[in-house]
């Protein structure tokens, strides 16, 4: 029974290029969270996504940062022109059917661990 | 806004030591509060959970209850293990409609000794 699976589990990039990061949920689950974690900081909200929606997208930066859910397929974090300051531990959650954390706990992934050259 | 100011750490400890790590939090509403363990290399795992104010959480020997009167979730275990070294994150969530919305503490790495 895997979990959530994300994928790679650490990403390099320089300065200005692109960075995907993949977030295959749990068998069932249809609901996806992305959470980001800087340096010697706690896990933060950034977007949260249904197949095809999004939902919730105010914890994301305006510019350079998209999400998407597609019908088929993981879901997709995309930073573009990415800078030193993205450098991160990314992490996908997910959940079934009900989207309150205290009934249906939310199950996360280990992780991408992005560096910024 | 939501937040969860959890104790600094490292903290070290002896087998069979007890162990405490403070939790306070700012919310509006009722919100859930959390502990989740992160051990090396993997990603979160929810530890235990309480709903409501003066409610208990319990799991592996770890247990918090939820004081509305000062804001706190301590995380408490009596007797630790060498297999209790891991990152610990204190998270509550959100209200109202956006209650999947985690806010996560810092962390406390704990590291057991045998």
């Known amino acids: 029974n895997a979990g959530v699976m994300q994928n790679p589990r650490h990403l390099v990039r320089r300065r200005g290029q692109e960075a995907r990061l993949r977030c295959s949920p749990m068998k069932g689950h249809s609901h996806v969270y992305w959470y980001r974690q800087l340096p010697e900081e706690g896990l933060k909200f950034m977007v949260y996504l249904q197949k095809e929606n999004i939902i919730d997208e105010s914890g994301m930066p305006k510019e350079r940062f998209s999400a998407e859910f597609p019908k088929e397929g993981p879901s997709i974090l995309r930073i573009q022109q990415v800078v030193r300051g993205d450098s991160a531990a990314y992490f996908c959650a997910s959940s079934r059917d009900r989207v309150d954390p205290s009934v249906e706990p939310q199950h996360f992934g280990d992780g991408t661990r992005l560096s910024i050259l | 806004g939501n937040s969860v100011t959890q104790m600094e750490g490292p903290v070290t400890l002896s087998e069979e030591a007890f162990l405490t790590i403070n939790c306070t939090y700012t919310a509006t509403g009722y919100p859930s509060l959390f502990w989740y363990v992160q051990y090396p290399g993997e990603g979160l795992q929810l530890l235990l959970k309480?709903?409501?104010?003066?409610d208990k959480g319990s799991n592996k020997g770890f247990e918090a209850t939820y004081r509305k009167e000062t804001t706190s979730f301590h995380l408490e275990k009596g007797s630790v293990q060498v297999s209790d070294s891991a990152v610990y994150f204190c998270a509550l969530s959100g209200s109202g409609g956006s209650n999947y919305k985690l806010t996560f503490g810092k962390g406390t790495l704990l590291t057991v000794n045998p």
């Open positions: 309480a709903t409501k104010a003066d």
